[in-house]
């Protein structure tokens, strides 16, 4: 799907924050065909986006700081970066970095939801964020790991105004009529020190070879590939930098 405008309350970029930029570029080009080009301005800090031919679909920028993990981010758009920022607070959550102007590209603030899940909020100006979604090689779908849905499922909506579709296991975020999203209940499964963390899953034309070209390239399979009851195929890597994320299969019915 092409975006030719920002949608409020929509999924807008991912960015791998890493702790060896190059690394990072070198893999993702080779799993994704994705074309690295590195902002020249030197108060960047070599912020990089990478395009599928010529479309913006995600970035890979040096970790400012020390001491914090490689990792990938999600980014919501939004109509008013301080506004979102001011309702976060106000419901439970935090703002670890305050509202900023990137820029002439937009406004930029990174949230942290009352359970302590990262994530970022886009007020679009000359930078609308990704210009495909769900497209093979492109961002598809967020989801959100945490132990506290149900602070999860009052917290959302009220930020972003998100429809919630309740499974037996699984619950679905939507706007607009189209689901994007979900969240998960971090059970046994996950490491008790594990804290809250959303995750990008990025669209594929075939789940079972690029997972195998991920492990070749160095990734390790947390999750081989596997058919979801109702739902697409799908697995979840951990890069060579030791950042998580998922691919799924495309749709590509139209």
């Not at 209940?185 to 669209?203: K, N, T, V």
């Amino acid at each position: 799907m092409r975006i030719t405008e920002s949608t409020p309350g929509a999924p807008c970029w991912a960015e791998h924050c890493s702790g060896d930029a190059k690394v990072a570029q070198a893999f993702y080009g080779e799993l994704f065909g994705w074309r690295a080009e590195t902002d020249p301005r030197p108060e960047a800090g070599g912020y990089t986006v990478m395009l599928l031919g010529e479309d913006p679909v995600a970035a890979i920028t040096p970790l400012a700081g020390t001491g914090r993990p490689t990792a990938w981010t999600v980014a919501i758009a939004t109509a008013d970066a301080d506004t979102t920022a001011a309702t976060a607070t106000a419901a439970g959550g935090a703002v670890p970095m305050a509202p900023t102007d990137v820029f002439d590209e937009g406004r930029y603030a990174m949230l942290a939801d009352p359970a302590g899940a990262v994530f970022s909020v886009w007020q679009a100006r000359a930078f609308r964020g990704a210009a495909l979604l769900g497209e093979p090689g492109a961002l598809g779908w967020i989801e959100l790991a945490t132990r506290d849905v149900p602070g999860a499922l009052a917290f959302y909506p009220e930020l972003f105004g998100w429809s919630v579709s309740p499974g037996e296991s699984y619950t679905q975020w939507g706007l607009g009529g189209r689901d994007f999203g979900g969240v998960l209940d971090m059970g046994e499964q996950f490491p008790a020190d594990l804290p809250p963390y959303w995750m990008p899953y990025f669209a594929v034309a075939d789940v079972d070879l690029s997972a195998e070209r991920a492990v070749a390239l160095g990734a390790e399979a947390m999750l081989p590939p596997t058919d979801v009851p109702d739902g697409p195929r799908l697995a979840v890597l951990r890069d060579p930098l030791g950042a998580v994320f998922g691919i799924y299969l495309a749709d590509t019915s139209g």
